[in-house]
């Protein structure tokens, strides 16, 4: 399979990210945001359709007064892209259309594969899932894949991957990715990937310039979006909190909660059976839900003084049950909002774990996209 390459203007761009952030529009409201001519947007418009990036919708006049309005829209069948990332003893990998549409997502246990043993099962998986889903011929924007840790350079070409994954630390990661699977794939931090599934998937995109997601995975981290762009700092490290818990301490993670429970007795493993595997040990993840809450406290509120955050959001591959009771801690808590603004409550991801493979699907995607990327 090969990737399809997108050589798109900046104004094609400009026009695709109006259609992503404000929903399908009509020409003469496309003209004006844009600044540019009737006649200049409707070759705009004309390219991207003939593309298959844009399409026409159906008239939402039913006066029958004139000429209909026709909206334009992102055109879901111009094209997919695959994600996938590795949590502790789980593979999640994600299907997506253009208009960022889930197609597929899927998990399996694989234990903790090496970077060719994970590129060589994630390359069988992507047939399989073009086959079922009948995308072969399709436009191919690219592959995504989220890390547990961050990159040693702005290149990314070495990460500093969590010791979980063995193999996967200090070696040239994105060339072993890019010859087992035999396409260019796009590396990111797991909390930047899963900023930008909670932006482009719950609709943050249309309702806030600012975005803050907290991802408590392997570690902790977290990611920031700003008028469209993930903010990445002068090394591709932003938003590195983990770095503020010491490492010889207990912090706020997946990770720690498994331990944890397997020091009072409980048998966990791996979050593929969390909640069978927990029944009866409530009290222990109470206990440790006081005291991430209290450790998250502070980062919180630095990210609030910070950030000025329009929407705050918890993410985790932890059960939706565990993260609505760390959130409601945090939202009754200590947050420091200042006086001249509304507080913004804190809500948990949707996605769940999912949220770093959708967000790695979506990183060709936004890159063909945006007109600012990293």
Avoid at 294 to 313: M, R, Y
Wanted: net charge negative; charged share 20%; hydrophobic share 45%.
């Amino acid at each position: 399979m090969k990737i399809a390459r997108l050589k798109l203007s900046s104004e094609e761009k400009r026009l695709l990210w109006e259609l992503r952030t404000k929903g399908p529009l009509p020409r003469t409201e496309l003209s004006i945001a844009l600044q540019v001519s009737n006649s200049a947007l409707t070759k705009l418009s004309r390219n991207l359709i003939s593309l298959g990036l844009v399409e026409e919708q159906a008239s939402s006049d039913a006066s029958g007064r004139g000429r209909p309005t026709v909206p334009l829209a992102i055109a879901a069948s111009g094209g997919f892209a695959v994600g996938a990332t590795v949590h502790k003893g789980v593979l999640e990998i994600a299907l997506v259309d253009y208009a960022g549409g889930v197609i597929a997502l899927t998990s399996e246990e694989v234990g903790a594969p090496d970077p060719l043993a994970f590129a060589q099962l994630l390359e069988q998986r992507i047939t399989e899932l073009s086959v079922r889903h009948r995308l072969l011929g399709g436009r191919f924007l690219g592959v995504g894949v989220g890390l547990p840790g961050p990159p040693r350079g702005r290149d990314g070409d070495e990460w500093n991957v969590v010791n979980d994954l063995p193999g996967w630390r200090g070696v040239p990661l994105r060339q072993i990715l890019d010859d087992a699977l035999g396409l260019p794939t796009m590396l990111e931090n797991d909390a930047n990937a899963s900023a930008l599934a909670e932006y482009y998937l719950n609709d943050a995109i249309r309702r806030s310039s600012t975005v803050v997601v907290f991802l408590l995975g392997y570690g902790i981290g977290a990611g920031v979006i700003e008028d469209g762009r993930l903010l990445k700092g002068e090394f591709g490290g932003a938003a590195e909190i983990g770095g503020l818990y010491p490492m010889d301490r207990p912090r706020p993670t997946t990770m720690d909660l498994l331990s944890v429970l397997r020091e009072a007795g409980c048998e966990v493993q791996s979050i593929a059976h969390f909640d069978e595997a927990c029944a009866g040990h409530e009290a222990v993840i109470e206990r440790w839900l006081d005291r991430a809450a209290e450790q998250l406290e502070s980062v919180v509120n630095s990210a609030i003084a910070w950030f000025d955050p329009g929407e705050i959001v918890f993410s985790s591959p932890l059960p939706a049950s565990v993260m609505a009771r760390l959130a409601a801690r945090l939202n009754h808590g200590q947050l420091r909002w200042p006086g001249h603004r509304q507080p913004t409550e804190i809500r948990v991801s949707r996605l769940g774990g999912s949220s770093i493979a959708l967000g790695a699907a979506l990183l060709p995607i936004h890159a063909s996209t945006a007109v600012t990327f990293w």
